[in-house]
């Protein structure tokens, strides 16, 4: 009884051992074949921006609605991206073609000195840009 069980012992282990093997050779076989590709996703970035400073409380850039404006030259920015001011979401107008965008500046945002941190968010993929200071001196 003994010595059958250790044959049938034997026997199931070499079968194991040959089952790896195989699922092992498969395995190489996937991972050669297949080519790993992968996706990157470009960040929204600001090239240029102007006016990169400007006077407390003096407008800059009017347009015929008496707002101020600022403007940014722009790399992989989807429709689906916002730009913001010190958090606060700016009314925009983007080119896609010309990859600009103009946002219109309330009076209040360059009301009072200091430095003013904007930066473009992608809503849909969470991506955020590099961010460029907006000086009020």
Do not use: H
Request: aromatic share 10%; with cysteine.
């Amino acid at each position: 009884m003994k010595l059958v069980t250790a044959l049938l012992m034997i026997l199931f282990l070499l079968g194991c051992q040959k089952i790896n093997q195989t699922l092992q050779k498969e395995s190489d076989k996937i991972a050669s074949s297949s080519q790993t590709k992968q996706v990157i996703f470009p960040y929204p970035q600001i090239i240029k921006f102007g006016p990169s400073s400007v006077k407390t409380g003096v407008d800059f850039n009017v347009t015929s609605t008496g707002n101020s404006v600022i403007w940014f030259k722009v790399e992989n920015t989807p429709t689906t991206s916002v730009v913001r001011l010190d958090e606060q979401t700016l009314p925009m107008v983007y080119s896609f073609k010309e990859k600009t965008i103009t946002c219109e500046i309330s009076k209040a945002m360059y009301a009072t000195p200091g430095e003013r941190k904007i930066y473009i968010v992608d809503t849909a993929s969470g991506f955020v840009s590099n961010t460029v200071i907006f000086t009020v001196k």
